[in-house]
């Protein structure tokens, strides 16, 4: 995926001042229902308890052209736009890095120096374990990223965060929070999952108490809670065609109901598989805010 120019795939063909406009109003709703719903819609507890005892996730391997590793291959293609030009030895923090396959990825790609960050310590200890299996020599470090240690403030090349500023009310807090931990000038690469297109619907249809930790954002809202950070936006983007296996059904009890959706789920699911092959055989579809799977943005300090 070559670099592109911010995309407004919700709203094309519609004026760029309509665009802007859009994006405030759909902020606006954003922070005001945030305020009322409070900070942290998750909670360490949220975390702690999925990170017990979690099993370690598959290495990434950008290069298996398997259709199954299609998510992967496009997450990591998109970081490539953003990262292609640094140079071995650069800082990368990843923040909210509980259990993530990312950190090892990044420094054998790369040769970047990672670090993580999360608040979780069932998370961090995961994630040490899957350095160590990686036999990459990376900090984990256990904090709050609105009160980190003061020797992190400034000084990372390249901060990443993975589905984890949409689970704050302030989605500019949470940016400032990571823009903070940032280099002047260093990179901010953010991806939350797509809670604004069909996805986002059957999560709350399915599994509403889910679908209400997160905050919808969809690309220009994203893009825009970047600038009110003080951040300067470089892309802004739709990933992923579809990926009905992101509607998460952790924590629903075995009713018929709620059997009956999850063999739903799996043919979805499978619709979407249909779609990667397609996809590996004739070239990408569109990445649409009705579709696609998560919504990224690329930014400066
Ligand atoms: C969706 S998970 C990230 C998934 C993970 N990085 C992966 O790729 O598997 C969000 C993470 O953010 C962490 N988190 C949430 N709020 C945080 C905070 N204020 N400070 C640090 N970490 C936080 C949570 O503990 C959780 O591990």
Redesign the pocket.
């Known amino acids: 995926m070559s670099a592109r120019p911010e995309t407004r795939v919700a709203l094309t063909g519609e004026e760029p001042q309509e665009v802007e406009r859009f994006a405030e109003i759909a902020s606006a709703a954003v922070y005001d229902a945030g305020i009322a719903q409070g900070e942290?819609q998750?909670g360490?507890e949220y975390?702690d308890g999925l990170?017990t005892d979690a099993a370690l996730?598959e290495p990434i391997d950008h290069t298996d052209a398997d259709f199954r590793n299609r998510p992967e291959r496009v997450m990591a293609e998109y970081l490539h736009g953003c990262l292609g030009d640094l140079d071995p030895g650069s800082r990368l923090l990843?923040?909210?890095?509980?259990?993530?396959p990312?950190l090892p990825y990044f420094a054998h790609r790369y040769g970047f120096r990672v670090t993580g960050?999360?608040?979780?310590e069932p998370?961090c200890a995961a994630e040490r374990r899957v350095l160590r299996r990686a036999e990459v020599d990376g900090e984990v470090i256990e904090a709050?990223?609105?009160d980190p240690p003061p020797e992190l403030l400034g000084s990372f090349d390249v901060v990443v965060s993975?589905?984890?500023i949409e689970?704050f009310a302030k989605t500019t807090s949470a940016l400032s929070a990571i823009g903070s931990l940032t280099k002047p000038g260093g990179l901010v690469i953010t991806t939350v999952p797509n809670m604004t297109g069909a996805i986002g619907w059957l999560q709350r249809q399915l599994n509403p108490a889910v679908f209400d930790i997160h905050v919808p954002l969809d690309a220009p809202a994203l893009a825009h809670a970047h600038r009110l950070a003080d951040l300067q936006v470089e892309r802004s983007d739709y990933l992923l065609s579809t990926n009905f296996g992101v509607v998460n059904l952790h924590g629903l009890s075995p009713s018929r109901r709620n059997r009956l959706a999850a063999a739903g789920l799996l043919h979805l699911t499978r619709l979407s598989k249909l779609a990667w092959i397609t996809e590996e055989r004739i070239g990408h579809l569109p990445e649409t805010q009705m579709f696609a799977a998560h919504v990224a943005c690329c930014a400066r300090r």
């Open positions: 942290d998750a360490k975390w990170w996730p990843e923040v909210g890095c509980a259990r993530s990312w960050l999360d608040y979780s998370g709050d990223m609105f993975f589905g984890v689970h």
